[in-house]
């Protein structure tokens, strides 16, 4: 779809800066603020055409309403659930993601979790720091012959097989819209979800957030997990003992604890593991290309 009237755009929140030298090398005037308040990026919009954004901007309906030139906004990644879809279909408004541009590293963060489970490195680091070494307590486990679920065989599911059976790890999995002979040719076998949940030994969850995946994961389906298979991020695994794993991102991982439970330790975890997701400058700067 052409453009023919766009000339400025808003960048909102903080890209790496060849995404300004690419707009600007196709003729528009590009402005970058960030943490602008709602009535801040109102009026910054008031002569703008286009808006990008990532995960920090949230595109409301009354901004969009009282945005009166905007025509496109872009997202920098792969989720849009910050922008209001209904309020921006409605004035004609097209928003545009780059789906690509952060899989891989969302993957790559997603088997460190993975490993930090295993190895309790989150949990030796908080003791390190206060003062201790319990080397035996944080002895871990093999990923070697371990179980991993995923749920969502998509761009970042499939990248997360790939790499994990690289450690000897058998992947099985669940996606209602890639076929089975697809996830296959990359080593996943697909079973239902009633099947999956008492053979994980790790699950890590790849899918969007929609109403259909709210509470994907909950006191019934982990009542059926291995002991010890706990819990990440916010409404996908609902409940007052979840603790973030990370945050504005697709994948969630949950693994074997065999250490620690409870309050004290879903304090520790919520403390040491950070709750957000790095993009490196590489996969940031891939975002700008697409």
């Known amino acids: 779809m052409a453009f023919a009237n766009l000339r400025k755009v808003l960048i909102s929140d903080s890209l790496d800066p060849c995404c300004r030298k690419i707009l600007q090398d196709g003729g528009l005037q590009v402005v970058e603020k960030q943490n602008l308040s709602k009535e801040e990026l109102i009026a910054e919009l008031q002569d703008c055409e286009g808006l990008i954004v990532r995960s920090a901007t949230k595109v409301t309906a009354d901004i969009i309403n009282a945005a009166e030139k905007l025509q496109v906004v872009g997202r920098a990644g792969t989720g849009v659930d910050n922008v209001d879809l209904e309020a921006a279909t409605r004035k004609g408004v097209l928003v545009m993601n780059t789906p690509n541009g952060n899989s891989l590293s969302a993957a790559e963060l997603t088997c460190g979790m993975i490993m930090c489970l295993a190895r309790q ?3 030796a680091t908080a003791s390190m720091k206060d ?3 319990e080397r035996k307590k944080f002895m871990g486990t093999e990923l070697n012959g371990k179980t991993l679920g995923i749920l969502g065989l998509g761009r970042i599911g499939r990248e997360v097989a790939i ?11 669940y996606d209602p819209i890639i ?3 697809v996830s296959a040719s ?3 076998q697909q079973l239902p979800l009633e099947e999956i949940w008492p053979l994980c030994d790790f699950i890590t969850v790849h899918t969007p957030l929609l109403p259909s995946t709210t509470g994907l994961l909950n006191d019934n389906t982990f009542a059926q997990c291995k002991k010890g298979v706990d819990r990440g991020r916010r409404r996908p695994a609902p409940g007052p003992a979840v603790w973030p794993v990370c ?8 693994g074997s604890n ?9 304090m520790r975890m919520s403390s040491a593991v950070p709750t957000w997701v790095p993009a490196p400058r590489r996969r940031r700067a891939a975002v700008g290309r697409r």
């Open 247 to 254: 945050r504005g991102c697709t994948g969630r991982v949950y």
């Open 186 to 188: 990359f080593g996943v």
């Open 121 to 123: 490195i989150p949990q």
């Open 163 to 173: 790499r994990m059976q690289s450690f000897g790890m058998k992947t099985i999995g």
């Open 179 to 181: 076929s089975p002979e």
């Open 258 to 266: 065999h250490h620690g439970t409870g309050p004290w330790w879903t």
């Open 131 to 133: 003062g201790k070494w």
